[in-house]
């Protein structure tokens, strides 16, 4: 599946991709559009920091009770002082002008946020600049024999899988595109808004299932938001607080205000990803018995 997805890439840039596969078959529990997703962002990322005709090699084997898989280019390598920081949002180390690929540098935040969210690891290796690199992917092998699901099972799963509407709200249009773009790269439906009023007009069209709302906006704080949210759509979602605060106090009037939850910015890739699980989970109430 990653391979047609990185083909058009692959091919601008003249690179020869070698892929070696086990002989035994590994399994694994993973929902395959996001590991899709996670394999052609690393097998892209490798594309964009190789020279033009350069080689690239994807290796899967079974190492004890995980499935790991490499992706391994002889590009231009990460230095040693960016390796504990290539997964950080907006990394995206020191490149020259010819290097530099734009976006948001959220690509590797995301396949880090998936991979753990899949009960596996991912990491960097590198001998250095201009020495290449390996991303190390490990997923945990599935227990070959799974019980039957019933009916409600499929129903919760169905849910669960169903993509949110999510509308973020800050005032940094940075960190709003970012968290917006990550939700989407996940495959949920996100817009983002930069202030309240406009928070309100997307909020009455969208009827989102989350709302990640900054309290501290130009035009009315996050507060006044979240009380005119309730007039606005026909069920609340669920509503959680952006702050640079996070005493007692502070979370005592979030929660006095009807907010979900109470989220210190910055918001991390592995916290947005808790979030975005419970709200599915919740989903799935009228289900459980």
Known sequence: MTAPTCQPLLQ??????????????LFVNVDPARM????????NNAAKY?????????TAEREGLEAVVRIEDNGTGIAAD???HVFDLFAQGQVSIERAQGGLGIGLTLVRMLVELHGGSVA??????????TFVVRLPLAEMTLPASTVADAQIKEEEDRPLRVLVVDDSHDAADAMAALLEMMGHHAVAAYDGIKALQLASDLAPDLVLLDLGLPDMDGFEVARRLKRVVN??????????????????????AGFDEHVVK????????????????????KFES
């Open 36 to 43: 899709t997703q996670v394999f052609a962002n690393l097998v």
């Open 50 to 58: 190789t020279d033009p005709g350069g080689c690239l090699m994807l």
């Open 266 to 285: 910055p918001v991390m890739p592995e916290t947005l990803g808790g979030i975005v699980v419970r709200t599915a989970r919740g989903r799935t109430d």
């Open 82 to 84: 960016m390796l504990p």
């Open 124 to 133: 960097a290796e590198s001998p250095g600049t201009g020495q290449g690199s």
């Open 12 to 25: 601008a840039r003249r690179h020869q991709l070698t892929v070696s596969l086990p002989q035994t078959a």
């Open 235 to 256: 069920r609340a979602p669920r509503l959680v607080a952006l702050t640079g605060y996070g005493a007692d106090e502070d979370k005592r009037r979030t929660s006095e």
